[in-house]
């Protein structure tokens, strides 16, 4: 079956309120064409209300970096779901490599998130993948069930209807090292292959994205592979040319 496919721009902490504008300005221009993808923009928390005042082309939500297990309370600097609600997010991504490698969340922290995403109507992106070391000694698959399998146990299988797994090996972010459209395949058909195994529905309908030093000279080739339904963008989504051209992809 043909699944939709899904572009995300992960701005990470960059931008201004000079610099969003244009970036958003000028891909409302760009993707005028576009009609047959979902493209997400992820600004910093702070930039949302900006961000959702300029996102008038339709074919562009917004998505939030990140969120709180928790819906409110004596949580500093935290942000729940039902804050992203009132700056209409759509999506949310769950579990960045960066928020696992540098900010310590666990697999179980992420499944609190996700969890958390769901509850509060938002849609998580769950992002997986395998560091460098992990890959050399043969993991890069342990890895990824394990956390996959720890977001299961907490909304079980049923619980991934609808959401978008990411992909994104931790050693091809900001390195510039890509996967090749092959390993990124393998992974991706993996990933699909063990939701397979126990809802086939659900396998062949959920949107699995890679993530990883994707560029428009490389996306094209990365999202030709049958399992690769897309992909989760960073450096190259601040640049309006260079992100629509992905999506374009």
Known sequence: MTRQRWVGGNWKMNGSLE????LLEGLNAALTDVSDVEIVVFPSFVYLAQAQDLLTD?????GAQTLSEHEKGAFTG??????LNDFGCRYVLVGHSERRQLFGESNEKVAQKFEAARKYGLIPVLC??????EREANRTQAVV??????????VTLAGLKGAVIAYEPVWAIGTGLTATPEQAQEVHAFIRNHIAEYDKALAETIQIVYG?????????EIFA??????????????????FSVICKS
């Open 225 to 242: 592979k049958p399992d690769v339904d897309g992909g989760l963008i960073g450096g190259a989504s601040l640049k309006a040319e260079d």
């Open 19 to 22: 610099a969003n504008k244009a």
């Open 128 to 133: 997986v993948g395998e560091t460098q070391e």
């Open 212 to 220: 990883g030093s994707v560029k428009p000279d490389n996306a094209a």
């Open 145 to 154: 069930l394990a956390q996959l399998k720890a977001v299961v146990d907490r």
């Open 78 to 83: 935290e942000i729940s779901g039902p804050m």
């Open 58 to 62: 339709k074919k562009m939500v917004l």
